[in-house]
């Protein structure tokens, strides 16, 4: 079984450009989660979707941020325009439904915001 | 603001010897906790996740639980090289319908041929 995917595994862009992040989840995982890990910092929570609803956006640090996920399937991250504080590992993460279950997590996308 | 503290480390110990990984939350109503591995530049790696105070065993791995402290550990018996990683300590929020994850910022555990 596939595991969760993310693309791209780079990405390097200047202050200002729109960047948009791909993650692929488990198949027949419901629920799919945006993580960010800035340099030095924990891990922490952008989004949760259950399906194509968005359950829990209070991670989202302010609205350069849009995330997506048409059809309940793969979901997109959308940062426009990039600042600098951008720069980080973005993490997607999805479990079944029924519960928050254990979060399989992907290999992440590395951002950098020059 | 809940967190999640975990000592940075490194925790360095020889092989064969007992790993012992820490770290503390603040949300007391927290239900659900969770150990990730993490190779240098990799996905974290699910280890463990413990719900019910006590100790939960899985081979040579080991967590325990105890929310009157707020506490919960990680033990990693027989160490091996291939245990060097980053160890990530997540609680799962109380709050209805949440289900995003806290996480430490992590143990880095060295283990010493």
């Known amino acids: 079984e596939a595991g969760v995917t993310q693309f791209p595994s780079h990405s390097v862009i200047e202050k200002g450009q729109t960047v948009t992040l791909r993650c692929d989840p488990i198949?027949?995982?419901?629920?799919l989660y945006w993580y960010r890990r800035v340099m030095g910092k924990e891990i922490k929570f952008l989004l949760h979707?259950?399906?194509?609803?968005?359950?829990?956006e209070s991670g989202m640090p302010n609205n350069r941020f849009l995330a997506e996920r048409t059809g309940g399937t793969y979901s997109t991250l959308k940062v426009q325009p990039a600042e600098l504080e951008d720069s980080g590992v973005y993490f997607c993460?999805?479990?079944?439904?029924?519960?928050?279950?254990?979060?399989?997590f992907g290999p992440g996308t590395r951002l950098l915001v020059l | 603001q809940k967190e999640v503290e975990q000592n940075s480390g490194p925790l360095s110990v020889p092989e064969g010897a007992i790993a012992s990984l820490n770290c503390t939350y603040s949300d007391r109503g927290s239900q659900s906790f969770f150990w990730y591995r993490q190779y240098s530049g990799k996905s974290p790696e699910l280890i463990m996740f413990?719900?019910?105070?006590g100790d939960k065993e899985d081979g040579r791995f080991t967590a325990q639980l105890n929310k009157a402290s707020q506490y919960v550990s990680l033990l990693i018996r027989d160490s091996q090289p291939s245990d060097s990683a980053t160890y990530l300590c997540a609680v799962r929020n109380s709050g209805a319908g949440s289900y995003q994850l806290t996480f430490g910022k992590g143990t880095k555990l060295s283990v010493i041929p």
């Open positions: 198949s027949g995982h419901d629920n």
């Open positions: 413990i719900y019910s105070n």
């Open positions: 993460a999805s479990s079944q439904g029924d519960g928050p279950e254990t979060q399989y």
């Open positions: 979707f259950v399906k194509e609803s968005k359950q829990d």
